[in-house]
């Protein structure tokens, strides 16, 4: 890989953080989407299929979670055990939270995302071996965190009146749209990593990779925490 390549690498990276820290950090709903969702009446599988799998395309933070979890796994087999903890996460908390609702604070909730973000790159850099002497479970890792990203899918979701007409079947075509669009984005990933595992500079670039997703994670973290407590001081002063 050339330096210029290696820089326009590093460069893409660091825009990726920058964007989804300023673009209503990957949970923005267009107004087509709003309008849709709210006057929707009765089941609706093409349309909440599109829309879940273009969450999860859009989704930047689900996206650096998932580049943090595949970027040292070089086997197929370990990549979709890894990836089938983090379905199986987020589709329960997807579906059960929809469906019954949650009284959780989406900037919590988002806040937490971020903070798996920062926990991947963390892993992924030995620090746990290095300053605490342990590793935790990484599976049982990403089955957590997966619940926690399914929850703010369904958090997103609650944010509108969706009629309880037809509510099962479109909350099942989301979460299908959503696993859509996490294998599409998730496909390309794998092609991109793949080919810059060939190089050298794979290695050599890890720690800075690594390092720049820990950074992204951070600002999703204190974004959504200082939007938590702006609204408890608006909630103080009102």
């Not at 099942?172 to 092609?191: H, M, P, Y």
């Amino acid at each position: 890989m050339t330096q210029a390549l290696r820089g326009l690498f590093a460069l893409a990276l660091g825009a990726c953080a920058l964007v989804f820290a300023q673009d209503a950090l990957a949970h923005g709903v267009d107004s087509n989407t709003e309008s849709f969702l709210m006057a929707n009446q009765g089941a609706a599988i093409v349309p909440f299929l599109y829309i879940g799998a273009k969450h999860m395309i859009t989704g930047y933070d689900h996206l650096l979670f998932l580049v943090g979890v595949i970027f040292f796994l070089y086997r197929m087999r370990e990549v979709l055990l890894y990836v089938s903890f983090f379905t199986l996460g987020h589709s329960v908390t997807l579906l059960l939270g929809a469906w019954y609702g949650t009284n959780v604070s989406p900037y919590l909730i988002d806040a937490i995302i971020g903070f798996s973000i920062v926990y991947k790159g963390f892993d992924n850099l030995g620090g746990f071996q290095r300053l605490l002497g342990f590793q935790p479970n990484t599976k049982a890792a990403v089955l957590i965190f997966g619940l926690i990203h399914g929850l703010g899918l369904a958090t997103k979701l609650q944010e509108f009146t969706i009629s309880r007409d037809g509510l099962l079947a479109n909350l099942v075509a989301f979460n299908v749209g959503v696993e859509l669009g996490q294998f599409s984005a998730l496909a390309i990933i794998l092609i991109g990593i793949g080919f810059w595992r060939q190089s050298p500079s794979f290695l050599r670039f890890a720690f800075g990779t690594n390092t720049l997703l820990m950074t992204g994670g951070f600002l999703l973290l204190g974004y959504q925490l200082t939007g938590y407590l702006r609204d408890l001081s608006d909630a103080w002063t009102a």
